[in-house]
């Protein structure tokens, strides 16, 4: 399992391909898999500017669902791992 | 499983009873619809209802969010129905930051209305899944300029805060000289060193630093903790 740091920087692939179709979003990595992502997914690609952190990204879901920072901050991170693990996502070092 | 109760406050009234009415069909109870604010509040304490349906576009209607308005205890749970052409990421940002529970566009049709009303009533959170990212990201942009706005209040020396919190009470410089037993010359002094440590560029621009992050009450305990 992937794990972060909260003061992570995740950051998209610049090697991934995407194309809106049908209001959902495909992305093609640099292997030619190809990934639709759910909406929460999606969101969380979104983020990953590089600038970013788990923790902003945490604070945010709970300023918006009323859910506990700490199950955020688990939830992001199982997020996060998902789209390193598929290749649409980066940790610099 | 019971109806969810709803008031529907929206200015347009051709659109306001045709919503009204399609909710019904669609099983939703809708206790009452206000073609403005002061009529929505009359609704919302005698029918107390479990959702309101409120449109953005309505004159003070950010004002049905604010919590002050209604505890959230006291209030019912809230869905802002944007029906504008073009609903903006910063319009979302808007309603979510006044207290909504939950926002929809109305793309969806009467029954995505009625599924979003069912969700709110439910407890949960409504957001167009394409709008999530742009939300969650201007909330990050907030938290980042509030935490900064906060530094810079923090480089103020206690003095200038209470400087700063008479600029914020609307006072001018005389007044603020008659209020600290200093000149009006001093006075002068310490505000401009306050918008030069704020960096910004006037009086009005540091109030609406102060209110936009809510800095005021920290401000305020800050000033009294010095004073006692």
């Known amino acids: 399992m992937t794990t972060f740091s909260t003061d992570a920087r ?10 809106i179709r049908d209001d959902r979003t495909e992305l093609t990595t640099a292997a030619g898999e190809l990934h639709v ?3 929460t997914a999606h969101a969380l690609w979104q983020l990953c500017d590089g600038l970013t ?20 901050l688990r939830d992001v991170a199982a997020g996060l791992g998902a789209l390193v693990r598929d290749g649409l996502v980066e940790v610099p070092k | 499983m019971t109806s969810p109760s709803v008031v529907i406050a929206d200015h347009r009234g051709l659109l306001r009873e045709a919503l009204a009415d399609a909710l019904r069909r669609e099983g939703i109870d809708v206790l009452a619809a206000a073609p403005d604010c002061d009529s929505a509040l009359l609704q919302l304490d005698r029918t107390s ?17 604010v919590p002050t308005v209604r505890s959230r205890d006291e209030r019912p749970r809230i869905l802002v129905l944007d029906r504008a052409v073009a609903a903006s990421d910063a319009e979302l ?6 207290g909504a529970d939950g926002y929809t566009t109305g793309r969806g049709g009467i029954a995505g209305l009625a599924d979003a009303v069912r969700a709110i009533a439910a407890g949960r959170t409504v957001v167009p899944p394409d709008m999530l990212g742009p939300l969650l990201h201007g909330l990050i942009e907030q ?16 003095r ?12 001018d410089h005389d007044d603020i000289a008659e209020q600290l037993f200093i000149s009006a010359e001093t006075a002068r002094t310490h505000v401009h060193r306050v918008l030069r440590k704020l960096d910004v560029g006037s009086r009005l621009e540091a ?8 800095l005021a009450d920290h401000l305020e305990r800050v000033v009294e903790r010095a004073a006692g």
Do not use: K
């Not at chain 2, 479990?50 to 969010?65: F, I, N, Q, S």
């Open chain 1, 10 to 19: 995740p950051r998209r692939r610049d090697d991934v391909l995407v194309a």
């Open chain 1, 37 to 39: 992502l759910n909406p």
């Open chain 1, 53 to 72: 952190t788990p923790s902003e990204m945490a604070a945010a879901v709970c300023d918006v669902f009323d859910v506990h920072v700490e199950i955020a």
């Open chain 2, 49 to 65: 209802p479990g959702v309101l349906v409120v449109e953005p576009a309505m004159p003070g209607a950010l004002d049905l969010l």
């Open chain 2, 93 to 98: 940002l808007r309603a979510i930051e006044a």
């Open chain 2, 143 to 158: 938290r980042r300029a509030s935490s900064a706005a906060f530094e810079r209040l923090m480089q103020l020396t206690p």
């Open chain 2, 160 to 171: 200038e805060r209470e400087i700063l919190l008479l600029v914020a009470d609307g006072l």
């Open chain 2, 207 to 214: 109030v609406t630093l102060v209110r936009r992050h809510g």
